[in-house]
């Protein structure tokens, strides 16, 4: 049987750069971050953690809106619906 192309074992190259570093960081959650919702056109994000916190921001600020805590524990989704309420 002929060897081909696809049979000749590649090497993987590990990158020289260092990681991106991120552009800012959103410190809101004491917990870990288990939903992102982008609202309004990419104006605003929505956030639900470990401990049942959501987090409205504005990023034009990059400051919360709002914070509550619906839930006594963990958020698994966040989404919008229509103009004015959010559903976790």
Known sequence: ??????????QIQASTL????PSYVLRGHN?????VRFLRRNTRLLTG???GWVVLWNLATKRAVAV??????AI???KDWGED???T
């Open 1 to 10: 049987m002929a060897e081909t192309e696809d049979a000749i074992p590649r």
């Open 18 to 21: 260092p990681p991106p570093q």
């Open 31 to 35: 917990a870990q971050v288990h939903s």
């Open 49 to 51: 953690d470990a401990e």
């Open 68 to 73: 509550w805590r619906p839930h006594g524990s």
């Open 76 to 78: 698994l989704g966040v």
């Open 85 to 87: 309420k959010i559903v």
